[in-house]
């Protein structure tokens, strides 16, 4: 089981940028897709991001296109979600997420970093 550990979250004025980070650790990650979800108080968990560890693949949510990057660092094992042009609607926290596959199964979650979008 891949365990994750995100940060970067915080308070930040819309239409500013704020970059999450989500290291990883325990089993080889080479098979494994990275993802990334957030979840407002009272609603489901919604999908944001993800790419597939092995691939240059990408998949966002239509509401976040344009906006936000999934990116990989290889070398420091941590998947990094850059985020521009923030609107409050986008306040949640947001989880890093691991499984195998494309599209994958997701069996591993992060604690979870509160994003504050002041408007």
């Known amino acids: 089981q891949v365990q994750l550990v995100e940060s970067g979250g915080g308070l930040v004025q819309a239409g500013g940028s704020l970059r999450l980070s989500c290291a990883a650790s325990?089993?080889?990650?080479?098979?494994?897709?990275m993802g990334w979800f957030r979840q407002v108080p009272g609603k489901e968990r919604e999908f944001v991001a993800a790419?597939?560890?092995?691939?240059?693949?990408?998949a966002y949510a239509g509401s976040v296109k344009g906006r936000f990057t999934i990116s990989i660092d290889k070398s420091k094992n941590t998947v990094h979600l850059q985020m521009s042009a923030l609107k409050s609607e986008d306040t949640a926290v947001y989880y890093c997420?691991?499984?195998?596959?494309?599209?994958?199964?997701?069996?591993?979650w992060g604690q979870g970093t509160q994003v504050t979008v002041s408007s």
């Open positions: 325990g089993r080889p990650f080479t098979y494994y897709t």
């Open positions: 997420a691991a499984g195998p596959g494309w599209p994958p199964v997701y069996g591993s």
């Open positions: 790419t597939p560890w092995s691939s240059g693949q990408t």
